[in-house]
């Protein structure tokens, strides 16, 4: 009944994604509210598109957790742009200091989390949705054949992975827990990098430009700086499997940078 129920809202989201602007190339896509992603260093926008500000995280359910390679976002503590396209993005800022130690490839562990080496970065984006519904596979998973337009919240991290099991393991942010009042809910939630910038915005990834634009709301929790994580806990957690299927980290969209497809951040 699930995989039936997942399978028609991942249909009710591709008929909501048929919705993205066919603006010429170059041209900036009109009528859409705020985009993201967006360096979160920078408070303006003009976008007068408003919504009401997703609950807390704890007030919502997990829908999904997926990872992209190089940071989406730019910020304080990743600001050293990757390049262009679908690859590129930004580094975290040390992402050239590591120590040899920290840069070799883990020996005796099962390389489950394909494309990734130490010293990439990534950005990793925990999904809640105001829908009831289980952590899935894919945004479909973040809504249901009664709950086709839910609110979205977005928690994210980036982090540069390190050869160093004494840094931050990535088993401790996996899906965990399902609260008394029925909340789907991580084990935890990464801390000590910086108060979030919260902000309103959209759907990202590498389908979408400043011309073929998201329609989806979303409420963007941005920590501005990077964590070292433990590669190895990585490709544990991706080895074992996943009821997200995650398995190597996702493209990224280009920054928006265009002001009328930013929200002002207070």
């Given at each position: 009944?699930?995989?039936t ?8 989201l ?33 976008n ?48 050239d ?57 977005v ?35 990464p ?13 990202t ?31 544990a ?10 398995e ?19």
């Open positions: 009944m699930f995989k129920a997942t399978l028609r809202a991942a249909a009710a591709a008929t909501t994604l048929a919705l993205i602007s066919t603006a010429s190339a170059g041209e900036t896509c009109a009528g859409y509210g705020p985009q993201a992603p967006r360096d979160i260093s920078s408070l303006a926008g003009s007068s598109r408003v919504f009401a500000a997703a609950p807390a995280p704890e007030a919502m359910n997990l829908c999904n957790i997926h990872t992209h390679a190089n940071a989406e976002h730019k910020g304080p503590g990743f600001s050293i742009s990757a390049g262009s396209g679908e690859h590129g993005g930004f580094r975290c800022n040390d992402a200091s590591l120590t040899p130690a920290e840069r070799e490839r883990p020996e005796h562990v099962e390389h489950g989390f394909y494309g990734v080496e130490p010293g990439d970065t990534i950005e990793v984006h925990w999904v809640y949705s105001s829908c009831d519904v289980a952590p899935g596979e894919g945004l479909g998973a973040c809504m249901s054949e009664t709950c086709t337009n839910p609110q979205l919240r928690e994210s991290q980036v982090f540069l992975l390190v050869n160093d099991a004494r840094a931050l393991d990535f088993n401790d942010f996996a899906e965990g827990v399902r609260l008394d009042d029925g909340h789907y809910q991580p084990k935890a939630l801390r000590g990098t910086g108060t979030p910038v919260v902000f309103a915005g959209s759907t990834g590498p389908k979408y430009t400043e011309s073929a634009c998201s329609p989806l709301q979303v409420t963007w929790s941005v920590r501005p700086n990077c964590a070292r994580l433990d590669i190895g806990s990585l490709h957690w991706a080895a074992k499997g996943n009821v997200f299927k995650e190597h980290a996702h493209g990224v969209r280009q920054l928006v940078t265009t002001s009328e497809l930013l929200a002002p951040i207070r």
